[in-house]
C-alpha cells in the first residue's frame, strides 16, 4: 500500500461561521482572518494506492460550477485535482475508488465534471463511487439548513451514470480499511480509519476542519447538531491521544497531520506534520 496526500485548491470561508460561538479574539489566534473576516482553508484529499485499486477520499470543489458560485469562496492558489494527479504520475481514468465521506459541495464537487457540450458526465469514468444509504437519502431529500450545500448537479449524476455505490457496516471488507461514522455535522459522514506503516492514519473530513477546532466548544455553524459534535469530538479525540494516531487534515491550510494529547486543560494539540515528514 503506498498513500500521498492530494491537494485539490484553496479557498476561504467566514472565520465566524467556522468556529459558531467562539469570539474572534480567541479563533484568530490559530486561524488568521483577512479584511472580510475569511479565513484561509484547504481540500486535501487522499489517495491510496492498494494492489490493483487507486482510492480517492473526497474529490474537492471541481471546476464546473459558475464565476459567481466560485466568487463566493476566494479561490485562492494553483494547486488542482488533475495537477496533484498527474505529478505522482496518475490520471483520473486510473481512479477504480472515490469515497465520499459526505456529499457537501467541497468534498464531492469533483466526482462530476462537464463537457465540451455543458453535460455533466463523470470525472472518474472508469470508478464505482462509495457514499451510504442514509446519508445519500439524507443529502438528496435536504433540509433547509443543508440544501445550500447539497448541490444537485455534484450528486444525482453519480447515480444516473450507475457509478453509486453505499457503503455497509462491513466497511473493510468493501474498502479496505474501517469506517466512522458520525452525525454531528451532517447525517452519516464517515471519517476513514486506514492503518499505514505500523501507524493509524485518521481523515478527519469535517469532524476536524483545522488544528484550531480541537477544543471541544470549537464547532463549526455548519454543523447540524453540535452538541453532537461535541459529543463525538470527545469520545474520538480521547481515543487518538490514547493510541496517538495521525490526523489527516482535509481543511487545515497550513497543516497535513496533526496528533493531540492529555492535558490538565482536556485535550489539546501535541504535534503538527506534513505528510512526507512521518510517511515514506
Not at 24 to 31: F, H, R, V
Not at 124 to 143: C, I, L, M, R
Amino acid at each position: 500500500m503506498k498513500i500521498y496526500p492530494i491537494e485539490t485548491g484553496n479557498f476561504k470561508l467566514d472565520g465566524g461561521a467556522m468556529f459558531g460561538v467562539v469570539p474572534k479574539s480567541i479563533w484568530q489566534k490559530t486561524n488568521p482572518a483577512d479584511a472580510n473576516n475569511l479565513i484561509e482553508m484547504s481540500m486535501r484529499c487522499l489517495l491510496i494506492e492498494d494492489g490493483n485499486r487507486l482510492i480517492l477520499i473526497d474529490t474537492g470543489l471541481g471546476n464546473k460550477q459558475s464565476e459567481k458560485f466560485f466568487s463566493y469562496y476566494a479561490l485562492y492558489g494553483d494547486f488542482s485535482l488533475d495537477a496533484s494527479l498527474k505529478k505522482l504520475g496518475f490520471h483520473k481514468d486510473d481512479i477504480t475508488d472515490v469515497f465520499l465521506t459526505h456529499l457537501h459541495f467541497d468534498h464531492c464537487g469533483g466526482v462530476i465534471e462537464k463537457d465540451n457540450n455543458g453535460l455533466l458526465i463523470p470525472a472518474f469514468k472508469n470508478a464505482k463511487v462509495w457514499s451510504n444509504d442514509k446519508h445519500w437519502k439524507w443529502a438528496t431529500e435536504p433540509n433547509a439548513r443543508e440544501k445550500a450545500s447539497f448541490l444537485s448537479e455534484n450528486i444525482l449524476p453519480i447515480q444516473e451514470n450507475g457509478q453509486l455505490n453505499f457503503i455497509h457496516r462491513n466497511a473493510k471488507d468493501q474498502m479496505g480499511f474501517d469506517v466512522l461514522f458520525v452525525d454531528g455535522h451532517t447525517e452519516k459522514q464517515m471519517l476513514p480509519i486506514i492503518q499505514y506503516q505500523g501507524k493509524t492514519i485518521v481523515f478527519m473530513a469535517d469532524l476536524l476542519p483545522t488544528v484550531g477546532h480541537i477544543p471541544l466548544p470549537y464547532v463549526m455553524g455548519y454543523d447540524t447538531r453540535p452538541l453532537l459534535t461535541i459529543k463525538e469530538k470527545a469520545a474520538f479525540l480521547k481515543q487518538a491521544a490514547d493510541h496517538q494516531f495521525y490526523l489527516f487534515l482535509e481543511h487545515d491550510a497550513y497543516n497535513e497531520l496533526c496528533t493531540v494529547n492529555h492535558t490538565e486543560k482536556g485535550i489539546r494539540l501535541n504535534t503538527t506534520h506534513q505528510f512526507s515528514e512521518i510517511f515514506n
